[in-house]
């Protein structure tokens, strides 16, 4: 499995794990009626929580996954040469998180996918309105959009790394 890979499945792990962290704490606050159904500012600050919570989430998983990374390099290396030279596992480690033109084609058909469902979820959540739902049903329908929206972008690269992708 490839760095790119890895990555991926890191960062799209952690989103759906903070996601489903969200989806447990509003429900359980909605049904314990903590918080009054109608209560935007609760729904939107319990959100910009989330938001930072996923942001934080993210770096310190990225810096741990990098750091887990470079030590398996270093013991393949090891293991390999029997030796462990710096510059030759500094080497490796930027061989292996290259980016080439495949990548960022990948990354472009991907983030179009995932602002697809991002927006048709924008759209159902605008249409909820029309259909007289709760505002609360408004911001939920849009967060967890984006948030499926850009798990469906990670699912979609995974997709690409492992089929192919063609221009067109």
Request: overall charge negative; glycine content about 8%; charged content about 20%.
């Amino acid at each position: 499995m490839s760095y790119q890979e890895k990555r991926i499945i890191t960062s799209t792990v952690t989103g759906a794990l903070v996601l489903g962290a969200y989806c447990i704490y509003a429900i359980g606050k909605y049904q314990s009626g903590a918080v009054a159904p109608e209560d935007l500012k609760f729904w939107a600050s319990t959100m910009l929580i989330f938001i930072g919570i996923g942001a934080a989430a993210t770096i310190v998983i990225q810096i741990v996954f990098h750091i887990l990374l470079s030590i398996s390099i270093a013991v393949k290396e090891k293991i390999r040469d029997g030796q462990c030279d710096d510059e030759e596992i500094e080497k490796t480690i930027e061989a292996e998180m290259v980016e080439d033109e495949m990548d960022k084609l990948i990354e472009l058909k991907s983030t179009r996918i995932g602002f697809i469902f991002a927006g048709i979820g924008f759209v159902a959540a605008l249409g909820s309105l029309v259909l007289t739902f709760s505002p609360v049903v408004m911001l939920n329908m849009m967060f967890i959009s984006f948030s499926i929206g850009s798990m469906f972008e990670g699912f979609a690269q995974l997709y690409f790394y492992r089929k192919g992708i063609h221009n067109g």
